[in-house]
T-cell receptor
Framework: ETGVTQSPTHLIKTRGQQVTLRCSSQ?????VSWYQQALGQGPQFIFQ???????GRGNFPPRFSGLQFPNYSSELNVNALELDDSALYLC???????????FGPGTRLTVL | GEDVEQSLFLSVREGDSSVINCTYT??????LYWYKQEPGAGLQLLTY?????DMKQDQRLTVLLNKKDKHLSLRIADTQTGDSAIYFC???????????FGTGTRLTIIP
């Protein structure tokens, strides 16, 4: 059984650019959550997708947006990148009705 | 709102027990989790406990929950060098919804 995978592993962008991060959920998991982990901090919830619909959002501005596809994989898009967007972006998947979230290895985004 | 607090650092001698503590503020927290993060890696789910439980044991790991004081602890028996990592406590009101994490406790093992 393949776990949660994320791509790319690392990414460097400049301020003002746009970025798309990708996540493939674990087999059989239809819920995907995204988290931002700044250096030295705990992960902060960005939003969650369930069956292709946004199902809860944290305290992040609208320039953070997402998508979930029919195969339950997901994208996180960030527009107008700011220096403070530099962080590890983590994706987690969970099964319908489950209470455990399983995390991918993350994408390290650096904004210069 | 929800808030989860942890001490930042813990050093333990190899072979001793490690106890990592966490407090949370949301009395509606139903699910409480411990995750492990090794350098440059994602989060590994170690164990979880429901709010109607006081204790859960899983091999070397023991979780204790004091719901009245909103205090959660993780005990790692016979701590090994491979246990060196950052440990995060997290809570959720409902299963499968957003997790609120603490700032993490960095566990260092002294040989």
């Amino acid at each position: 059984e393949t776990g949660v995978t994320q791509s790319p592993t690392h990414l460097i962008k400049t301020r003002g650019q746009q970025v798309t991060l990708r996540c493939s959920s674990q087999s059989g998991h239809n819920t995907v959550s995204w988290y931002q982990q700044a250096l030295g901090q705990g992960p902060q919830f960005i939003f969650q997708y369930y069956r292709e619909e946004e199902n809860g959002r944290g305290n992040f501005p609208p320039r953070f947006s997402g998508l979930q596809f029919p195969n339950y994989s997901s994208e996180l898009n960030v527009n107008a990148l700011e220096l403070d967007d530099s962080a590890l972006y983590l994706c987690a998947s969970s099964p319908d009705g489950g209470y455990e979230q399983f995390f991918g290895p993350g994408t390290r985004l650096t904004v210069l | 709102g929800e808030d989860v607090e942890q001490s930042l650092f813990l050093s333990v001698r190899e072979g001793d027990s490690s106890v990592i503590n966490c407090t949370y503020t949301d009395s509606s927290s139903t699910y409480l989790y411990w995750y492990k993060q090794e350098p440059g890696a994602g989060l590994q789910l170690l164990t979880y406990i429901f709010s109607n439980m006081d204790m859960k044991q899983d091999q070397r790991l023991t979780v204790l929950l004091n719901k009245k004081d909103k205090h959660l602890s993780l005990r790692i028996a016979d701590t090994q060098t491979g246990d060196s990592a950052i440990y995060f406590c997290a809570e959720a009101r409902f299963g499968n919804e957003k997790l609120t994490f603490g700032t993490g406790t960095r566990l260092t093992i002294i040989p």
